[in-house]
């Protein structure tokens, strides 16, 4: 039987879905807003109990980065921000009559814990990301690690400390490296790559597992000319510069056409071995957003107006990786946590300003650059926009301190600017107290 959540009818009802690097700081924003003032009653809604920031979620993988602390608990920071919270997988949209639909909720054992549910809405704002692109090959879902959440990133870094494991014990082969294979040399996979590396050196000091002897061989595999095919070559010709200084093999022009148990097969029929597999090869949205009626693109993202509202439906807004919106000079806004950030803003202005009867405001997407981080190895990219004039290369101390910021600004943001620079505290004592990685 279905349970249906009535919702409170004396103020609008703007429900958000999806808490993450976008969802999250408009359910902040609106709740300090209107919320707080009962102007609105503001529902956020998300399939998990606790927010990670996603670019950080490769540090998840390796294990340095200590979850319990970046961590934020969505009930807790609801009721300091004056939204409320909800638990819940939406499966479905009932665009006619306004309503959601969930799914159950299950425990551990897959005993049912809350019954599927139907909440209505006002106002939606989809806000559920993204998830990896694997362009249909075969065997990518059954051998390869996917880095799209928490969770995955968790279960990533327990198969590795198991390699880790099993090379301690077996005596004669403890020189033959571990090998992992990386399909996908974006943002996350060269990323993924040198932080890599980093963990093995920490590994061998904190945990005599190996004695020292346990080494990590890894292919970054792209089928393109370069890595790093979005951002600039030269960001590009030093990343790699800087992958092959750590032993990382760089195959490029590499098409991947299938996975299996022994490791990837390219397309002349070579077998790339691996004993651990990642697949980080591009992104698209949830399959189901293109078949409730609401236009979307190839990547089932929805499309929307420069206002960001849906194209189809006028109370529907999408925001962050799910949304498709052009930009005034052409192109469309790359799925990237700064244009989640600045969607966020847009969307809250409009909301506001929708109840206040007034005109709303366009997108104008502003790329403040990118940054590459290579563990601790290096970081290197470009700033552009506002910050200086065109585009500048960056590297070294003050592309790790700009790489950063992008994260201190997301935690700012949803934490206030009394309680964010506590919470960025605490983390950086963490650090320096704690294992460099999490060896459990
Ligand atoms: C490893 C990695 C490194 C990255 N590094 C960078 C970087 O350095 N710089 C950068 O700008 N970008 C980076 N990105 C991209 C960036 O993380 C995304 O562009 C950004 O997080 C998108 O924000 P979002 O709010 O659209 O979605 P997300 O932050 O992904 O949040 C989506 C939320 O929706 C929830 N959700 C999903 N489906 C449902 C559903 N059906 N029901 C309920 N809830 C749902 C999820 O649990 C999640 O909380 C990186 C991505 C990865 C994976």
Redesign the pocket.
């Known amino acids: 039987m279905q349970t249906e959540i009535k919702p409170h009818k004396a103020v609008p009802h703007i429900v958000i879905?999806?808490?993450?690097?976008?969802?999250l700081e408009l359910a902040t924003t609106l709740g300090n807003k209107l919320g707080k003032k009962q102007k609105a009653k503001i529902t956020l809604?998300?399939?998990?109990r606790v927010?990670i920031?996603?670019?950080?979620?490769?540090e998840v993988a390796t294990g340095s980065l200590d979850t319990e602390i970046d961590g934020v608990v969505y009930r807790a920071h609801a009721k300091r921000h004056h939204y409320q919270f909800q638990l819940?997988?939406?499966?479905d949209l009932d665009r006619e009559s306004k309503r959601l639909s969930?799914a159950p909720i299950l425990d551990d054992e897959e005993n049912e814990v809350v019954e599927e549910r139907q909440i209505g809405y006002d106002t939606l704002v989809l806000?559920?990301?993204?998830i990896s692109n694997d362009f249909g090959t075969p065997g990518v879902q059954e051998f390869c690690s996917l880095?799209?959440?928490k969770h995955q990133a968790q279960r990533f870094q327990q198969k590795l400390l198991n390699l880790f494991l099993k090379k301690s014990s077996t005596t004669e082969s403890a020189e033959d490296p571990i090998r992992l294979a990386i399909v996908g040399a974006g943002?996350?996979g060269v990323?993924?790559s040198a932080e890599l590396n980093h963990v093995v050196d920490v590994v061998s000091v904190y945990d005599n597992m190996t004695e020292g002897k346990t080494s990590l061989s890894i292919d970054l595999i792209e089928a393109g000319e370069r890595i790093l095919p979005a951002l600039p070559e030269r960001i590009a010709e030093s990343a790699t510069a800087e992958l092959e200084k750590l032993g990382v093999r760089v195959r490029t022009n590499t098409r991947i056409t299938e996975a299996n148990q022994n490791g990837f097969v390219n397309d002349s029929g070579e077998l790339i071995e691996a004993d651990l597999m990642v697949w980080?090869a591009g992104v698209k949205a949830?399959s189901w957003l293109s078949v409730v009626g609401l236009k979307t693109n190839r990547i089932n993202q929805v499309e929307c107006f420069r206002t960001l509202k849906s194209l189809s439906d006028p109370s529907i807004y999408a925001?962050?990786?799910?949304c498709h919106v052009e930009m005034e000079e052409g192109g469309k806004v790359p799925?990237?946590?700064?244009?989640?950030h600045q969607m966020a803003s847009t969307v809250a202005k409009n909301i506001v300003r929708e109840l206040s009867g007034k005109d709303l405001v366009e997108f104008k997407y502003t790329d403040y650059g990118?940054?590459?981080?290579l563990a601790r190895f290096s970081t290197v990219g470009s700033l552009m926009g506002n910050l200086v004039k065109g585009s500048m290369f960056i590297e070294g101390k003050i592309a790790r301190l700009m790489?950063l910021s992008?994260y201190r600004m997301h935690q700012l943001s949803i934490h206030g600017f009394i309680k964010g620079p506590f919470v960025i505290l605490l983390s950086q004592i963490s650090k320096i107290i704690r294992p460099k990685i999490k060896l459990h």
């Open positions: 879905v999806g808490g993450g690097a976008g969802g809604i998300d399939k998990h927010h920031w996603k670019p950080l979620l490769h819940g997988q939406l499966v969930f806000a559920i990301g993204s880095l799209d959440s943002a996350t990323e993924l980080a949830e925001i962050g990786d799910c799925p990237r946590a700064q244009s989640a990118s940054l590459v981080n790489y992008l």
